[in-house]
């Protein structure tokens, strides 16, 4: 199996900073888009909200892994554009470990807005990490891997973008994470299964607005990827 490449980060000076914001206003307008899924609707880059990022599929898979009936609303918040331009901010500036966990959407139940009923977010890594043999986790074959429980959808992807670099481009390796809180309402398969679809969701939007080439390899449209059987090892 191909090895993982490392996401290479530059080591900028901070006298760069006015070039940076520069660069920002001129490429935030021009992200790269892709073909779009069934499952997955493709805005136009200035349309990008969290009403828009999941479709029917995904957000019924919302429901289900947290408990949402269809008789309450979802609500949302976040800024998948801001979260896009964050990382891509941090990779420029050459401080990828500040690109952790940034926020990208968060779906509530109801008027609840406390606590999340799931959560998505993505973050800048230079290595896809192994699993034990005792994991919690299942490992699934999407993008450079992907793993899922009761509670996570995780997914690896490289993204090769001329957003990268002050425009230079470059291919990062980022991470995906989609969490229920605080406790699942579904398990097994159908909960790994629903975790992996809105994290697949989530990471295409997510591809698009960073402007990956060829929506980072990610599939057009999410079905149940195959289960990796061998674990203690990375893709």
Do not use: H
């Amino acid at each position: 199996m191909e090895k993982t490449s490392l996401a290479r980060f530059p080591r900028l000076k901070l006298q760069i900073a006015p070039v940076l914001t520069a660069a920002f206003l001129a490429i935030s307008a021009c992200q790269a888009g892709g073909e779009g899924g069934e499952a997955s609707p493709i805005p136009s880059p200035g349309e990008w909200s969290c009403d828009k990022i999941l479709g029917v599929q995904a957000e019924q898979a919302v429901r289900r892994v947290s408990g949402i009936p269809d008789s309450i609303k979802i609500s949302r918040s976040g800024d998948p554009k801001d979260a896009a331009d964050e990382l891509v901010a941090n990779y420029d500036a050459g401080t990828p470990d500040s690109a952790d966990r940034l926020d990208f959407c968060r779906f509530y139940r109801g008027s609840e807005v406390v606590i999340p009923a799931v959560e998505v977010r993505f973050s800048l890594t230079r290595k896809v990490e192994a699993l034990s043999k005792n994991s919690i986790v299942d490992e699934y074959r999407m993008g450079r891997s992907a793993r899922a429980n009761d509670r996570l959808g995780i997914l690896y992807f490289e993204c090769t973008s001329d957003r990268f670099y002050l425009g230079g481009g470059a291919t990062v390796l980022v991470r995906g994470e989609s969490r229920v809180n605080p406790e699942p309402a579904a398990s097994g398969v159908t909960a790994r299964e629903d975790n992996l679809r809105i994290i697949y969701e989530s990471s295409r939007a997510f591809s698009d607005l960073l402007g990956c080439k060829s929506n980072a390899g990610l599939p057009a449209s999410f079905t149940m990827p195959p289960e990796v059987q061998e674990s203690g090892t990375s893709s």
